[in-house]
């Protein structure tokens, strides 16, 4: 039998505590001092736990289900309302953008590559936190992230400004799977991005402004880690993701070899890239300047080396270049796909170096 408002403000106090059964595993408990507290016990990962609902008649009957509810729906989704309910507890700081963000990255850490992991820990503390980290995530909205995601279109970088709404999203909804936020704004944003170009990014596949583009790169007069990256990149075509993660470790100069390991390739799979003269050369003229740190295109912002150049520095500079829309890091793979191809090279291997399945 289920309880009623009546029968809850009816009880008496007796002796020793005594439960008043209602549905789904939730029951008042009576105390000897005349106290009515709602309970719900559960099971999780085979363990019997008890969830506290709140004390009558702070707490109404239906309020007190309510709780129950949503904890039944915690648990079918994987979660343990009573771990939540500490979360809650810990205060206001916990609840922030960031630190739920913070926690759903450490939830995935076993799932993901740890280059993945990797990637979004890094966008989320380059492009999300500043503006929005310290936000209650319950306050969050959807105009504050769509300010966020206008800063990184402003740069040009409009698939990742896409990218980063799909992660904020993500952080969002594990919010709400842990009792910490109601919706995910991030669903009223639909259409108000740029859309990414679709197809193959800009590149340049005529022999002529090619030329134009190597002799400009040679003349580019920006910082020097990043001038040595758009450098090597014609000469190795890799990802630029790839590129800018390169670390000292991963090249024998002597060789002339960079052995990429599988979980940091997109396709799994470790990879070999071969460096013809020229990319050694480059290689041992940055030697001095980073080769005691992890990365060869190592930030300044990062300490001791402990960061490298965004994925997007080697675009930027060739848009500063003036190649807006002509030509992206990534367009250098299009063109040695297209030439080497118009020169005879076989197809098998022209695609094994690029890493394509």
Known sequence: MSLSDTAIKNAKPAAKPYKM????GMYLLVHPNGGKYFRYNYRFNNKRLTLSLGVYPATSLKEARDKRDTAIKQI????????TRKIEK??????????IA??????????????????????????????????PLKELSAVEVLTTLRRITARGA?????????FIGQA??????????????????????????????????EPKPLGQLLRDIEAYGGNFVVRTALQLQPLIFARPANLAQAEWDEFDLDAAEWRIAADKMKMKDAHIVPLSTQAVALLRDIHPLTGNQRYVFASNQGKNGEKHISRESIGAA?????????????????????LLHEHGFHSDMIERQLSHA
Not at 76 to 83: K, L, V
Not at 187 to 205: E, M, N
Not at 318 to 338: K, N
């Open 318 to 338: 060739i848009r500063r270049m003036g190649y807006q829309g002509q030509h992206t890091a990534h367009g250098f793979r299009t063109t040695a796909s297209t």
């Open 158 to 166: 409009i698939e990742t400004a896409t990218r980063t709404k799909q």
């Open 90 to 99: 810990a205060g206001s700081i916990e609840n922030t953008f960031k630190a």
């Open 76 to 83: 079918a989704g994987g979660i343990n309302p009573g771990i």
């Open 172 to 205: 969002i909804r594990y919010g709400i799977a842990t009792g910490r936020a109601e919706r995910d704004v991030t669903q009223d944003l639909r259409g108000a991005l740029p859309s990414p170009v679709k197809g193959h990014y800009p590149a340049i596949t």
């Open 21 to 24: 059964q209602d549905e789904k």
């Open 102 to 135: 913070e926690d759903f990255l450490m939830t995935k850490q076993q799932e993901w590559s740890a280059s993945h992991h990797k990637h979004i820990k890094e966008c989320f503390e380059r492009d999300v936190y500043p503006w929005i980290g310290s936000r």
